[in-house]
């Protein structure tokens, strides 16, 4: 996946969050070598979804040890979409009660979302106003102060319903999931609402002080959450979810990618069905194996179960891939990466390591990382920058 924030802008926003110099942090950083306190960690999570809107499950943050595991949440959610409000968000003032030509325009942040917009992030309007065209927000629009025209939504949701069940609608509209939007609105209660109804919409929290937005909210969405987000559209829709080995090898190269391999063993168990329940980027079946199924498989002498382990030089990432085969067929039924190991040729590694040139695969909302995959094998489209270690 290319959505990843730079390591040092990462860095910052921890040093920040626990109060330390960022000096004195790396992504190796752990808690357990004392680098933060509980206190701190509580921080690290809050701050990642109060400046963010990343959320982080509670029942996950125990496992969180090193900064590299904070960091790993950051780049699984790559933003597409941008939905904002209008009143005292795009303009100081509201409409219903000031009039068309009494709100103020607030410019810098408009230029801010055409630029977002020029990058290939889908802008999506959600205002409680009478709809248009006959509604009065057209007139603001319309506006040649205002730069945002009503043609640059690529969908608009302008009504007086709740806005959870309008970002649901833009999000059908556009093939998108909620886990694609950001979600921009000075009024905290419609950012509670829209997080109660909406989980996994990230809805960055702001003090939208006199109407406006602060310059840093618009600064961090190009850095963060859409950091993944291309120059233009075409360039993004061309990039997006492509393997990382065509365009970073040198990158890649300087990883130090080592990977284990070996048939697994009950003690997997617990981690491969932890990685059958969560995992939806690549997953190739998104078959939800229970703990229970994998013992059946592992005893099975039909069927085979290999596991994969990667480390780089920043540190372990321990058992992040799993490929489940018919002996007899050679079939690949189940083939996992997790979120944290991609974009780094693993799956590469692992179709040539077992030799297979196609696996099954069934489509979701989310697999799209796993098709694409598909696509390069069968084209023979292959080069992986893992070593295998003993
Ligand atoms: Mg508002």
């Given at each position: 996946m290319n959505a990843v924030v730079a390591e040092r802008d990462f860095l910052a926003f921890a040093a920040a969050a626990l109060g330390v110099?960022?000096?004195?942090?790396?992504?190796?950083?752990?808690r357990d070598a004392g680098a933060w306190d509980s206190v701190g960690h509580l921080n690290l999570v809050m701050e990642l979804e109060a400046r963010w809107g990343v959320k982080i499950p509670l029942a996950r943050v125990p496992e969180l040890k090193t900064l590299r595991d904070f960091h790993a949440h950051v780049p699984c959610r790559p933003a597409k979409a941008l939905a904002v409000d209008a009143d005292n968000t795009l303009w100081r003032g509201i409409v219903s009660e000031d009039g068309p030509d009494g709100v103020v325009p607030d410019a810098d942040f408009q230029r801010g979302l055409l630029a977002l917009k020029a990058r290939g992030v889908f802008l999506v309007l959600l205002s409680k106003n009478d709809p248009p065209p006959g509604g009065a927000i057209s007139s603001v629009f319309a506006r040649p102060d205002n730069p945002l025209g009503l043609s640059d939504f690529a969908h608009v949701g302008v009504n007086w319903e709740p806005k959870p069940g309008n970002l649901l609608a833009a999000a059908r509209a556009l093939n998108l999931?909620?886990?694609?939007f950001v979600f921009l609105d000075d009024n905290p209660h419609e950012r509670v609402q829209m997080r109660a109804h909406l989980p996994g919409v990230m809805v960055p929290d702001f003090d939208a002080r006199e109407g406006t937005v602060p310059a840093t909210v618009l600064e961090e969405l190009g850095k963060v959450q859409f950091s993944g987000v291309g120059e233009t559209r075409e360039d993004f829709l061309r990039t997006?979810?492509?393997?990382l080995a065509a365009t970073r090898p040198d990158y890649l190269a300087s990883l130090g990618l080592k990977v284990r391999v070996a048939r697994a063993t009950a003690a997997d168990v617990p981690r491969l069905a932890q990685m059958a329940g969560k995992t939806n980027q690549f997953n190739a079946t998104t078959i939800r194996r229970t703990a229970a199924e994998f013992e059946a498989l592992l005893a099975d002498a039909g069927t085979e179960v290999w596991t994969f382990r990667a480390r780089d030089k920043f540190g372990d990432m321990g058992l992040v891939c799993y490929v489940v085969r018919e002996s007899?067929?050679?079939?690949?039924?189940d083939f996992v990466v997790s979120c944290r190991a991609l974009g780094r040729t693993l799956e590469h590694f692992a179709a040539q390591k077992l030799g297979f040139r196609t696996f099954d695969f069934v489509p979701t909302a989310k697999n799209a990382p796993a098709r694409a995959f598909l696509d390069a094998l069968r084209s023979g489209d292959v080069r992986t920058f893992y070593e295998e270690e003993a």
């Open positions: 110099d960022a000096a004195a942090l790396a992504l190796d950083s752990s999931a909620p886990e694609h997006d979810w492509r393997p007899s067929t050679g079939r690949v039924t």
